[in-house]
């Protein structure tokens, strides 16, 4: 009997702990009701202070920038538009270079050919082959594709790359003068650099040899 009225007197301890508990939750829950709707009195106390010219030049303001914005937009869709136009066929050019190229190989191996050299049919071959080489860059040219001007100019990285130095006392260093395949541009764009060969001092070595070799 007394067992059970022990029990009874936890079971009841317990269950008001749990109403403490549940009383303090629904406090502190209120004190962070309060709370929020203290910040949001203050925000709309701030709102309602404004006058109406203020309210007038914020509504602008957010106007103007988004009008800006619309702008910026309208620019960066204009400029997609144009360079998608100006140099879509960037890649189909490029790739229409291998023609002169093939033209310019197939030149050189005619040349080099003994059995050919000084014959008609050579001459005939050859002038066929300037003909239809001018012909090309004609057709480039009227789409804004030309050549880039090498020989006897200095190196410059933005349109030339050096493959070999030639030892030249007669041009200054880092002249070109060797063209070994021609570049392109395309509008104000490089569409393949031109592959040169560029003049170099010769060393000192090398003089003092033929120096003494002419004595």
Excluded: W
């Excluded at 103007?64 to 620019?75: G, I, P, V």
């Excluded at 395949?181 to 060393?203: H, N, S, Y």
């Amino acid at each position: 009997m007394e067992k059970d009225q022990n029990q009874e007197n936890i079971d009841k301890s317990s269950e008001k702990d749990q109403k403490n508990l549940n009383q303090d939750q629904k406090t502190e829950n209120l004190e962070t009701n309060n709370s929020n709707n203290k910040e949001q009195d203050q925000k709309q106390d701030q709102e309602q202070e404004k006058t109406p010219e203020e309210k007038i030049l914020e509504l602008e303001d957010k106007l103007a920038r988004s009008f800006a914005e619309m702008e910026n937009q309208r620019r960066r869709f204009e400029k997609e538009k144009e360079d998608a136009f100006e140099y879509g066929g960037f890649s189909f050019a490029r790739e229409a270079l291998n023609l002169i190229d093939n033209l310019e190989r197939s030149k050189q191996i005619l040349l080099n050919d003994e059995t050919l050299k000084d014959t008609e049919a050579l001459k005939k071959t050859l002038e066929h082959f300037d003909i239809i080489n001018k012909d090309l860059i004609s057709i480039f040219s009227k789409n804004k594709i030309k050549p880039i001007e090498c020989l006897n100019k200095k190196l410059d990285p933005n349109f030339h790359q050096a493959m070999i130095e030639i030892e030249d006392d007669q041009k200054e260093p880092g002249t070109i003068v060797q063209e070994i395949q021609k570049g392109f541009t395309i509008k104000d764009r490089l569409l393949r650099p031109a592959l040169v060969g560029v003049a170099k001092k010769r060393e000192k070595n090398e003089e003092n040899k033929e120096n003494s070799g002419d004595k």
